[in-house]
Nanobody
Framework: QVQLVESGGGLVQAGASLRLSCAAS????????MGWFRQDPGKEREFVAA????????LYADSVKGRFTISRDIAKNTMYLQMNFLKPEDTAVYYC?????????????????WGQGTQITVSS
């Protein structure tokens, strides 16, 4: 069993920063990429950012490019999302996900494991 646990969410004002963490535990599994998605009530879950686990190559949605930074610490088995200049439209539940096999990694269906999510609320 693989567990992904997000932490770091909260309520902040517009312009503030937050850092999310996603810690992986459980059985050892091969990992090609990990990603962050977010979902607002009534909307589809959308891609935020992803990173290839070995090479550390990042990929961002246009809506967060320049404000969010994804990273990973292989030794700690943890992925991070540094979010700066937060906007009210960033309000959502943020989920981390892991993909075990080679291939594209910007769709929900590309991922094998998911965390439970952490709420971020940005007030104006």
């Amino acid at each position: 069993q693989v567990q992904l646990v997000e932490s770091g969410g909260g309520l902040v004002q517009a312009g503030a920063s937050l850092r999310l963490s996603c810690a992986a535990s459980g059985r050892t599994f091969s990992r090609y990429a990990m990603g962050w998605f977010r979902q607002d009530p009534g909307k589809e879950r959308e891609f935020v950012a992803a990173i290839t686990w070995s090479a550390g190559s990042p990929l961002y949605a246009d809506s967060v490019k320049g404000r969010f930074t994804i990273s990973r610490d292989i030794a700690k088995n943890t992925m991070y999302l540094q979010m700066n200049f937060l906007k009210p439209e960033d309000t959502a539940v943020y989920y981390c996900a892991a993909k075990g096999t080679l291939g594209r990694y910007i769709r929900q269906a590309d991922y094998d494991y998911w965390g439970q999510g952490t709420q971020i609320t940005v007030s104006s």
